[in-house]
């Protein structure tokens, strides 16, 4: 692994403010999740936790519809910050409430929404500015650094608001994580790039052609572009997988071994160490014009190793989930570089809702398929079935991307114009067909 390309990249003023604001971000995430789950179970239960996950989760879909347009609209740089301070504001509200004793359980409801709401816009946000903030060729480490984020705060952040939960109390847990949002939006202002609302890029006879607003031209361009189509559609299907085993793990835990949260904790923490792994060393690989072909192999390889997960031993349970995790987040960073390289700067904040909608949106299916054949005991039939959803499209990527290079800088427009032969460099500039 080449630490070397992480320092480089860290070196980037610029990129050092906003990496650092995620990584804030993501850890006062898991902190919040923590102290709203503690203070909900406290007031209404187990029925009370669950209506906070849907609260969390299923706006997201909603948030995505309308936060996309707005990215490609308006300034990213007062997007990042109104919401940072708008939620940091609704955060605060919570200890506060507390305080003078008239906090009710629909409080942290609605709290909960506003976070599903709004929590794209750093999701999406990032990837749509980081193509401004770094070179190309460091695109990959960039999008390395932003998974082992991700992957750490998943795993550091609901820990760090436990702890803190025991020192302070639920409620201050949350004003501290107000502070963050505030901090969040103080990084983001302190970066000297414009991260201003994206400007048409000039066309192959250099003018520049407004593209047209809402859904549409983002929809066209990733059923146009086969990159980007078998991408979204693949990892959807790979997140189906995932989404299941977020079920079967602790289905697993309780039924076949008969333990408690250590051993769950266990497989959640190996299958989160593997993809720490896999995206700290996939984010220090120089990318390569086989990147496609090496997300369908990677893809391939991380849906055969689930088989591992069918004797239901837990070393071999291990072993597949941390494989797994190996395995499957390099597609995460490498399809990253893909995505921010084919969508043209004025589309890239409504394309990158999108897809990311979609690849979160299939989790919740891949859970209620898990749930549905377990309920039945059907446990290595939906072994079987999370094995073929991840490996399937794995193989289609390979097989259709075994001799189509992929190009750093060419976007799927570059491609279309080079194909009906408007673009003066198509010579020089060849087609990935």
């Not at 004797?311 to 995790?325: C, F, K, M, Y």
């Not at 390979?398 to 673009?423: H, K, M, N």
Request: with cysteine; glycine share 10%.
């Amino acid at each position: 692994m080449n630490v070397k390309a992480y320092l480089n990249l860290l070196r980037i003023g610029d990129y050092r403010l906003l990496w650092s604001a995620l990584v804030l971000n993501l850890l006062g995430d898991g902190a919040t999740y923590a102290a709203l789950a503690w203070i909900t179970l406290d007031k209404a239960g187990a029925a009370g936790l669950g209506v906070l996950g849907v609260c969390l989760t299923l706006p997201v879909i909603l948030g995505g519809a309308v936060v996309g347009p707005l990215l490609d609209r308006f300034s990213r740089r007062k997007l990042f910050i109104y919401d940072s301070v708008f939620r940091g504001v609704v955060v605060a509200l919570i200890p506060l409430l507390a305080v003078t004793g008239a906090l009710a359980v629909w409080h942290l409801y609605v709290v909960a929404l506003v976070y599903g709401l709004l929590k794209i816009i750093p999701l999406a946000g990032t990837p749509a500015v980081l193509p401004e903030l770094v070179p190309a060729e460091k695109l990959q480490a960039a999008s390395g650094l932003e998974a082992t984020a991700m992957g750490a705060a998943n795993v550091l952040g609901p820990a760090i608001g436990a702890g803190l939960i025991t020192a302070f109390g639920a409620p201050n847990v949350l004003l501290l994580d107000a502070a963050t949002y505030l901090l969040f939006a103080f990084l983001i202002h302190r970066i000297k790039a414009p991260l201003a609302r994206p400007e048409p890029e000039p066309s192959g006879d250099g003018d520049a052609k407004a593209v047209k607003p809402g859904w549409a031209p983002v929809f066209l361009l990733i059923v146009r572009d086969r990159f980007l189509l078998v991408l979204t559609l693949s990892f959807g299907a790979f997140n189906v997988s995932a989404g299941a085993l977020v079920v079967a793990i602790p289905w697993l835990t309780k039924y076949e071994f008969h333990s408690g949260p250590g051993v769950l904790g266990l497989m959640l923490a190996v299958m989160a160490a593997g993809e720490l792994i896999g995206s700290l060393v996939s984010g220090a690989v120089e990318t390569s014009e086989k990147q496609m072909l090496r997300i369908g192999v990677l893809q391939l390889l991380s849906g055969a190793v689930l088989f591992f997960l069918i004797p239901t031993a837990l070393p071999w349970i291990l072993l597949g989930l941390a494989l797994n995790g190996i395995l499957s987040a390099p597609m995460t960073v490498l399809g990253g570089v893909v995505r921010m390289t084919r969508v043209p700067n004025e589309m890239r904040g409504r394309a990158m809702t999108l897809m990311r909608t979609v690849m979160a949106g299939a989790l919740p299916a891949g859970s209620a398929l898990g749930g549905m054949l377990l309920s039945g005991g059907n446990y290595n039939a939906l072994i079987f079935s999370v094995a073929a959803l991840a490996t399937a499209p794995g193989l289609l990527t390979v097989v259709l991307f075994r001799r189509t290079p992929f190009r750093l800088g060419v976007t799927a427009a570059d491609d279309q114009r080079t194909e009906r032969g408007t673009d003066p460099d198509a010579e020089t500039v060849p087609a990935a067909s």
